[in-house]
C-alpha cells in the first residue's frame, strides 16, 4: 500500500565507468538497459511505486545525465529530480533530500535507493521495506538493508550483525571493504551481511544526525532547501551545494552513529533476501544473465551467434552476426563508435580507459 | 621488358573462407586491399605487368567473382577473364589457357600464378621470372618457383631440390604436405623449398604433358578452346567444363613427370627469395603486418586505439575507437554485419564458420 509520508529517494549521480563503451558521461549505467527492457532507473522506480505515490519520488543526480532521466521516467515531478552542481558524494545528496522534505512533511520517511541495482525477487524486496520502514518511522533509529553474502567479495562493505529484534539486527558495527582473507572470515562467520546502500530512516533523525556530525555542510543544506520552491533555488544550489564536503553517508554519519554502541546508536539492519545484484561489471552482467538457456556459459547478444569450441564469453554486438572461435572467458562489447575487448577477469579495468579517454580529452568517447 | 610471347594466367577462383567475415563469396581474398591500398589481385597485376603487354593476360575465376574483378582490372581484355561454370582445381583452368593460347600463338610461354599471394621484392620477383621465362621458353621444361623455408611449415607442399644447373636445380621429386617432423627434416636439411604455386612453362609443353597425363580432360579443353572468340564458346564451357577431372596441376601434371627421373622429367625450379607470402589466414596477416611501428605485437586497424596490458593482438575495426585490456593472441575483425572474435592460434578454423554458414543456407553472411 502506498504509504503517504514514505519517500523515496533515488541516487543516480554516478557515471558508471565501468561498463564502457555502453556507459557514457550522459548515459550512464543507470540508464542502460542492462537487465531487461527498461532502463536500471526506471526499473528502480517501477520497483519502489507500490510503496509511495508518484510525487513522493526524489532523484539526485548530475546536470548531464538529468535531461535523459526527466526522458525516461517522465512520471516525475521534475522539480524534484535534482541536478548536483558538483559531485559530491552521498551525504549531502541525501542531506539535502532530508532539509527538503523536512520542510513538507514533519512525518517525513526517507529511504535511499542506488538507481543501478537489480533485485530478483520484487514481493520480498517490498516487504522487507514496509517493515525497514516501520522500524524508521519510530524514534531516531536508523536501518540499512544487508544482504547474505554468497562469496568473500572484497568490493563491498560489510554489516557486523548485533542482537536480533524481531526479525531484524541491530548493528554491531560497519566494516569497510576487506582484504580476502578477512572477506573469508567474514563470509563463514555467517555473522556478517553486504551494505546494500540502501538505507531507510525519518527526515527528522538524519537532519538532526547531519547536524550531529557533519554541522558545516547541515548549515550549508538548510540554506539551500529553504529556496526550494522560489526562483532563489537553482542560483543557491548552484553556489552553496558545491561548499559541502565530499563524503559518503557512510563514512559521515553510519560510522561515527556505531560508535556510540548498539544499544545507543539507534541503527538496524534488516537481513534482505530478494537476489540483490549491483552489476558491478562487465563480469558481473555475464553472471547475472546466465540461465537455462545458455549454452558453454555464452552469454552473446546479437543479430545471430555460431560458438565453435568458446565458452564463457560475455559478447555484446547487437546487429551482428557474431562468431566465437576457440576463445574464453572474454568479453566483447560493440557500440556505434567503439569497440571493447577485455577478459572477465580484467573487466573491473575498464574504468581505466575512461581514465585515459578523459585525460587525452576525447569527449567524444566517454 | 614485356614479352610478347609471355602470358601471365592468375589463377583467381579461391574462395578464401579463412578470411571471413571480410572475405565472402563475391569478395573472395584476391579482391580485397589485405596488404596496402590496391587488392591482391590488383597487385598480382601490377607486379607482372612489366614482363607481357596487356593483352596477353588471363585470369581463371567464377560466376561470383568475374563482375568484381573486371571493375577492378579494367585494363584486362574482358574476353579473357574466363569464369569457370563449375570449380576443378587448377589443372583444368591452366590447361584450358594452355590449349587457348596455343591457338593464338606457337610460341607461347605461360606463367601461372595465385592472385592473392604478396611478394615483398618485386624487382628481384621480375628477375627470376625472366630467368624463369627463358628456361620454360627451350624444350619440354616445366620451371617451378620456389620458396626457401624459414619455418617448419605444415602447410605447403615442399620440392626437393636435385642437380644444380646454371643458377637453378633439377627437381628431384615433389613433397605432400609433412607432418610437423618430416617439416623439420626438410628445413634442417637446406634440400628443400616450399611449392609457391607459380609455374611456368610453354603452352606447347603444357598441352603435350596434359595430353599424356590427362587425356579426356585435354580433349574435353581442347574443344572448348575451338570455339573461343565465336558466340558458341559460353556454352561449349558451361556444357563441358563441368566434365573435366577435379585435380590440381601437382597431382596431375607435376608429380607424374617428375616420377620420370630427375633428367628425363624437365622439371625446374628457381628458388626465389623474393618476399613471398600467401597470407594463409589472419595469423599470417597479423605476422605480416607487423614492423618498426607497431607496439607490443599488436596490429589494431582502427579509427582509434587504446592497448592495456594487452599485446600480439590482431584487430580490425574500421571505424571505430578499439580499446583491448588485459588480452592477448586475439583475432577479432569486425564488418558492417559481423563480428569474429578467435585466437591467432584457432585462426585456420575460421573456414568452419563458412562451412556451417552454407550448410544453414545463410547466403547473407557467406
Known sequence: MPDAHFYPVIVAGGRGT????LSRARRAKQLLPLAGRQSMIQQTFARLRPLAPKKNFWVITNDLLRPAILKQLPQLPRAQVIAEPAARNTAPAIGLAAFLLQRRDPDA???MFPADHVIADEKRFLG????????????QNIVVMGVRPNRPETGYGYIELGAKVDGCFR???FREKPDRKTAEQFLWSGNF????GMFVWSARTLCSALHEHLPATASVLEEIADTFGSSRF???LKKLYPKVENISIDYAVLEPRSAKGEQASGLFCIPADFGWNDLGSWTALHEYKLNNHTKDGNVIEAAGELALDASNNYIHAPGKFVAAVGVNDLVVVETGDALLITTLQ??????KVVTVLDRKKRKDLV
Open 18 to 21: 565501468r561498463f564502457w563503451p
Open 109 to 111: 520517511v526517507l529511504g
Open 128 to 139: 522487507d521495506l514496509e517493515a525497514t520502514a516501520s522500524i524508521a518511522a519510530s524514534g
Open 171 to 173: 548493528v554491531l558495527r
Open 193 to 196: 551481511l553486504w551494505n546494500s
Open 234 to 236: 537553482q542560483r543557491a
Open 346 to 351: 580484467n573487466s573491473q579495468d575498464v574504468g
